[in-house]
C-alpha cells in the first residue's frame, strides 16, 4: 500500500516536474491552511440579526420547510399542536441533547417522547440544531452523544429547534463556530447541512418530495 | 481594444475587408454590402487579393502546421491596415482570439497580436469603433435573428445587430425562443455529423417558424446557409439573408437558395 | 463499465430514432438551462464566485500532492484509513476486500460516477456481494441494467410511464402489483423499498464531492439523503474518489458549493451537503465503526502539467451537458461510456484512450456555450481541439478527411490558384443552379443534401473576380 502511495504521488510530482514540496512554497500552503482565505463575500446575508433571522425564514420556507417563529416556553406547546395540524400521531423520538430537555415538555400530556437515536419504526424526530445559515435557509447539525444523525435521516418528520443567535449569514460563519467548538483537527464525526425535506427530481425533472430522508421538515425559530 | 494608428478623426479608417471564403464563393452581395456600410460610415476600404481563408477548417481538424501557414499568409496580407473586418463572427473571431496562441516564435506572436488587436467582426466594429446608431435602409418585412456562437460568446456581439436593425424603416423583429443554440453548422461538423447537425437546424427551423417572420438574419454565411438549406427543404417560405445586406439597403435581392433572376 | 464509444455513429442513430429519449430531452433541454439561468440571475457574486473556485482549484491542483498527503494525515489521526488506488483494479480489489473483511452481503450505494469508471458493481457482484443503488435514478437504472445517461440525473433519459413499467416488472414480487401513474406514488413506492435495505445493509459505498484536506473530511452533496443513510446506517462507510477531488479548506468549499448548486440545478443549494470526518466517536449514539477513504488515480496524475489539466478542474455539475445542443439532440447514453456531454468528450479519451473515444471530442460544433457556464471556467472547445490535434498527429483521423483537409490546405496556401479554381467552381454551380437557386442533391456533398438544400451562388463571379473587375 506505501508502493501505491507513492505511485501517486510521484505521478503528481513528475507531472508537475518538481519534488515533494519544501521552502517558500511549503510555508505558503501550510500558511493557507491555517489561515483559510475567504471567497467573494456574499451580501445578500449580511445583515443585522433580526433580518438574518428573517431571511433564514424566508428561505427555509422556499425550499419546503415550514417555520414557526415562537418563545422558548411555547416550544412544547408548537410541537404538539403540528403533530395534530398533520395529522400525526402524538409522539416522537427526541435528541438526548440538554438544550431540549430545557424547555418545558412538562404541560404535553398527550405528547410521547423517547430520548435516544433514531429507528426505521420512528415517524416523528426532534433535534435542535448547531446552526443555521440565512442565506440559503439551511439548518445545520453536527453529530455527538446530544445529536444522532439517524434522527435527521430516518423519520418522515423532522422537527427542528433553532435558538435564533445560532442563525448565521453564510457558511463560512459555521465553519468558524465549528472550530471554535470542536477545533479543526476533532470534527464531529457527521455534519449535516439541511435544507428543507429531502427530494428528488429524477422522474421527469419534476421534483417531488421525500425521496429517502424526511418529507416533512418543520423549523422552529426560538427567540429569546 | 487597442488604439489604431490613426486615433485621429483627420483621415477616414484605412479598413481591410476579409471577405470569409463562403461570401467570395458563394454570397459575394454579403461582401459588397459590408464595403457599403464601411464606407458610409466614413472608411476607405480595400481588399487585399491573397487572401483566402482564416484558416478555421484545418485548425478544427487538429492541424496546426497548415492553420499556422495560413495565419502567416494572412498576417502579412493585412499589414498595416487600421482594421480588418470580417462579415463573420467565427472569422472575426479566429483572427482576433485563436491566432495569437498559434506561434511559439515571438516575433509571429507579436504579429499575431498586432493583427488579433486591430481585427473585429463588421456589427460590432459599425456599432462599438465607428459609433455607428442607425442605417438609412428600409425592409418590408417582420424579421427574426439568429445569434452565431463564435460572434456571440467570443465577441460578443448580441445588441449591435439588433441596434442597427431598430432602425432600419418598416423592419419588424421578432426574437425566436433560442437565438443563442447553435443551429448545427460548426464547419465540418454538419458533414461528419449529418444526422445531429440535422436534429439541431430542425429545432432552429421550428424555432424560426414559431416566430412568425418572413425573414431569418445573421451575421454568418455558413449558418444562413445551413439554415436556408433546411428552411427551403421543409418547404419554408422564409427568406434567408446576412444582416448586412437588409442594413445596406440590398434587401430586395435573390435572398439565400432563391433563384437570382437578376434584380438589382 | 465497458465502452462503447467506438460505435458512437450506430449509437446516435438510436438515439435520434427513440421516442422516449426525445421526449426526455425536450423538458431537459429547457428545465435546466432556465433554472440555472435564474439562480445565477439571484446571486450577483456569481461570476466573482466563478472566478475564484476556478482559481481554487488550480491552486489545489498545483499541491495536490501536498493537500492529499494532509487529508490522509487528519483522516488517519481520527481513525480513520486512507487506501491509494493507483489502478481501477486496484480500486476493485480494495473495495472487494473491505466488503469482504466485514462479511458484507449487501453494500448501499449513493451514485458515484467513479464507481461506474471502475465498473465496481461487477466486482463485487463477482465476490457474491449485492451492491444496492440507492439514488433513485440509479435504482432506476439498475433494475432496468442500463448505464446512467447523466453525471446528476442518472435516469433523466426515461419518461415516468418507464419508471411505471419498470417498478411493477421488479416489485409486483415484492407484493406492490399495481401500476402506478403519479409521480409522488413512484417515488414513495422506491422509498420503501429501499428503506429496508438501508437498514440491512453491512456496507455503505459513497463517492465524494469534495474531500477536504484541511478536517480530512469527505464532502457529499444529495437531494434526497441517500447518501447520509448509506454512511450513517451501515457498519462500516467507505469513500471511493478521484485524486482531484482533494481542496484545501472549508472555506474553499464554501465558494464551490455555491457554484455547484445553482449550476447543477438552479438551487441555492441542494438538500443536504455532509461532512463527514472519521468513524463514530466515543459516545455517538449512531454512525459507522470504520471509515475508509479509497483515492483512485486511474490515468489522472499523467494529465497535470500538460495542456489538458484544466479539464480536473471539474465538479461534475453537469451544466455542460446540460447546456450542450449535441448532448440535448443525443442523450447521454450515445456517448458510450462513463461521462457524457463535453466532459465526456474530453475525459473519456484521457481515461480509456483517444483511439476508442475520437468521435467524442470530434462531435461538437464549437458553440461554446459549455465554456460560457461552466462553473470553473473549463475550456471545453479547446480542449476537444487538442483531442483532434493529437488524432491528426497519431494519424487517426479517417482517410477520406485526411485527403479533403490535404487537397484543401494545398490551394489555400496558393491563393492565386484557390481563386481561379473556386471561380470555375463558383460559375458552375451558379450556371447549374441558376433555375432553382438551389440544389437538392450534390456530388461530393451527400452529407449535406441528405437533409437540406444546397444554396446555389447567384450569377456574377465570386467576391475577387466581381471586386477586380470594380476596381480596373
Not at chain 1, 435558538?163 to 479543526?184: C, F, M, N, Q
Request: glycine letters at 8%; charged letters at 20%.
Amino acid at each position: 500500500m506505501n508502493e501505491a502511495r507513492l505511485q501517486i504521488l510521484n505521478g503528481i510530482r513528475r507531472s508537475l516536474q518538481r519534488g515533494e514540496l519544501s521552502g517558500d512554497a511549503l510555508k505558503a500552503v501550510e500558511a493557507r491552511l491555517a489561515e483559510p482565505p475567504r471567497g467573494p463575500a456574499v451580501a445578500r446575508a449580511a445583515l443585522a440579526q433580526p433580518d438574518k433571522v428573517a431571511l433564514f425564514c424566508q428561505w427555509a420556507e422556499a425550499n419546503n420547510a415550514t417555520v414557526a417563529r415562537v418563545a422558548p416556553a411555547e416550544v412544547a406547546a408548537e410541537v404538539s399542536a403540528y403533530l395534530a395540524r398533520n395529522n400525526l400521531p402524538a409522539e416522537a423520538v427526541i435528541a438526548p441533547s440538554p438544550q431540549l430537555a430545557g424547555y418545558d415538555w412538562s404541560n404535553q400530556k398527550m405528547l410521547s417522547l423517547r430520548r435516544g437515536r433514531g429507528e426505521g419504526s420512528d415517524h416523528v424526530s426532534i433535534t435542535g440544531a448547531f446552526a443555521a445559515i440565512a442565506e440559503t435557509g439551511t439548518v445545520v447539525m453536527a453529530s455527538g452523544p446530544e445529536h444522532p444523525v439517524t434522527l435527521n435521516l430516518l423519520p418522515d418528520t423532522h422537527i427542528v429547534v433553532l435558538r435564533e443567535s445560532d442563525i448565521v449569514g453564510g457558511y463560512e460563519e459555521v465553519w468558524e463556530r465549528l472550530r471554535a467548538r470542536y477545533g479543526k483537527d476533532r470534527m464531529p464525526r457527521t455534519v449535516n447541512t439541511i435544507t428543507g425535506p429531502s427530494r428528488t427530481g429524477d422522474i421527469e425533472q419534476a421534483m417531488e418530495l421525500g425521496a429517502h430522508g424526511p418529507r416533512r421538515m418543520h423549523v422552529l425559530v426560538v427567540r429569546e | 481594444m487597442s488604439q489604431s494608428p490613426s486615433a485621429s478623426s483627420s483621415r477616414p479608417r484605412r479598413v481591410a475587408l476579409f471577405v470569409t471564403c463562403l461570401v467570395d464563393l458563394f454570397r459575394p452581395a454579403v461582401g459588397f454590402a459590408a464595403v457599403k456600410l464601411l464606407e458610409e460610415a466614413g472608411c476607405t476600404v480595400e481588399v487585399p487579393p491573397l487572401q483566402v481563408c482564416c484558416g478555421q477548417p484545418a485548425y478544427n481538424s487538429g492541424d496546426r502546421a497548415t492553420t499556422r501557414a495560413i495565419a502567416a499568409q494572412v498576417i502579412d496580407a493585412f499589414e498595416g491596415y487600421d482594421a480588418v473586418v470580417a462579415p463573420s463572427g467565427s472569422c472575426g473571431g479566429m483572427l482576433s482570439h485563436h491566432y495569437p496562441g498559434l506561434f511559439d516564435d515571438p516575433a509571429m506572436k507579436a504579429r499575431a497580436e498586432n493583427l488579433a488587436s486591430r481585427s473585429y467582426e463588421l456589427m460590432a466594429f459599425l456599432v462599438d469603433v465607428l459609433g455607428v446608431t442607425k442605417v438609412a435602409a428600409q425592409y418590408d418585412g417582420r424579421v427574426t435573428y439568429h445569434d452565431s456562437c463564435s460572434g456571440l460568446r467570443e465577441l460578443g456581439v448580441k445588441q449591435q445587430p439588433r441596434r442597427l436593425l431598430a432602425s432600419v424603416g418598416g423592419l419588424k423583429l421578432s426574437e425566436m425562443k433560442s437565438p443563442e443554440v447553435c443551429c448545427g453548422f460548426g464547419g465540418t461538423f454538419c458533414v461528419k455529423y449529418p444526422e445531429i447537425s440535422n436534429a439541431m437546424v430542425s429545432e432552429k427551423s421550428a424555432d424560426i417558424a414559431a416566430t412568425g417572420a418572413d425573414t431569418l438574419l445573421a451575421g454568418d454565411l455558413g449558418c444562413l446557409m445551413n439554415m436556408a438549406g433546411k428552411l427551403q427543404r421543409e418547404g419554408s417560405a422564409v427568406r434567408v439573408r446576412h444582416v448586412a445586406e437588409v442594413l445596406a439597403g440590398m434587401g430586395d435581392q435573390a435572398s439565400i437558395g432563391e433563384p437570382d433572376l437578376g434584380k438589382r | 463499465m465497458e465502452s462503447t464509444a467506438h460505435d458512437f455513429k450506430d449509437n446516435v442513430d438510436a438515439a435520434l430514432a427513440d421516442p422516449n429519449l426525445q421526449d426526455s430531452l425536450s423538458k431537459l433541454k429547457v428545465g435546466f438551462s432556465e433554472r440555472r439561468r435564474q439562480a445565477a440571475e439571484r446571486l450577483p457574486e456569481f461570476e466573482a464566485l466563478r472566478d475564484r473556485a476556478r482559481d481554487i482549484k488550480n491552486h489545489a491542483l498545483a499541491n495536490l500532492d501536498f493537500y492529499l498527503e494532509e487529508f490522509e494525515r487528519k483522516v488517519t489521526a481520527l481513525g480513520g484509513h486512507v487506501h491509494w488506488a493507483p489502478t481501477a483494479e486496484d480500486a476493485r480489489r480494495i473495495i472487494g476486500e473491505l466488503c469482504q473483511s466485514m462479511g458484507a452481503r449487501t453494500v448501499a450505494k449513493s451514485k458515484s460516477m467513479v464507481a461506474e469508471e471502475i465498473a465496481l458493481n461487477e466486482h463485487l457482484e463477482a465476490l457474491g456481494i449485492a451492491p444496492i443503488e440507492t439514488d433513485l435514478g440509479e435504482y432506476i437504472i439498475q433494475l432496468r441494467h442500463e448505464p446512467p445517461s447523466h453525471i446528476i440525473a442518472p435516469a433523466v433519459h426515461l419518461t415516468k410511464a418507464q419508471v411505471a413499467d419498470t417498478f411493477l416488472e421488479h416489485h409486483s414480487k415484492l407484493g406492490f402489483t399495481k401500476r402506478l401513474t403519479e409521480r409522488n406514488d413512484l417515488v414513495a413506492e422506491a422509498r420503501y423499498v429501499l428503506r429496508q435495505k438501508f437498514l440491512d445493509a453491512d456496507v455503505g459505498l459513497t463517492g465524494a464531492n469534495f474531500l477536504v484536506a484541511e478536517t480530512g473530511s469527505s464532502m457529499l452533496v444529495t437531494n434526497e439523503g441517500n447518501a447520509d443513510l448509506s454512511n450513517t446506517l451501515p457498519r462500516m462507510h467507505i469513500v471511493l474518489a478521484s485524486i482531484e477531488k482533494v481542496i484545501p479548506t472549508l472555506e474553499d468549499a464554501a465558494v464551490l458549493l455555491r457554484v455547484l448548486a445553482r449550476s447543477a440545478t438552479g438551487q441555492e443549494s441542494s438538500a443536504y451537503t455532509t461532512l463527514n470526518t472519521g468513524p463514530k466517536r466515543p459516545g455517538d449514539l449512531d454512525g459507522p465503526e470504520h471509515y475508509h477513504v479509497v483515492i483512485l488515480d486511474n490515468g489522472r496524475s499523467a494529465v497535470l502539467g500538460t495542456e489538458m489539466q484544466d479539464m480536473l478542474r471539474c465538479i461534475r455539475c453537469g451544466a455542460c451537458m446540460n447546456h450542450c445542443p449535441v448532448y440535448g439532440a443525443i442523450g447521454g447514453h450515445a456517448y458510450g461510456w462513463v461521462y457524457p456531454g463535453p466532459i465526456g468528450a474530453v475525459l473519456t479519451p484521457q481515461l480509456i484512450g483517444v483511439e476508442e473515444a475520437g468521435n467524442l471530442p470530434n462531435a461538437s460544433t464549437f458553440c461554446g456555450r459549455c465554456e460560457s457556464v461552466c462553473p470553473v471556467r473549463i475550456p471545453l472547445p479547446s480542449l476537444m481541439r487538442h483531442w483532434r490535434e493529437r488524432e491528426f498527429e497519431r494519424h487517426l483521423t479517417p482517410k477520406a478527411v485526411r485527403q479533403g483537409l490535404a487537397l484543401w490546405s494545398f490551394l489555400a496556401r496558393r491563393p492565386r490558384l484557390y481563386h481561379r479554381l473556386t471561380g470555375l467552381a463558383n460559375r458552375m454551380l451558379a450556371l447549374f443552379g441558376r433555375a432553382q437557386g438551389r440544389y437538392q442533391t450534390l456530388p461530393l456533398a451527400g452529407g449535406w443534401t441528405r437533409f437540406r438544400d444546397f444554396p446555389a451562388p447567384p450569377p456574377g463571379g465570386t467576391f475577387h473576380a466581381q471586386w477586380r473587375g470594380r476596381q480596373s
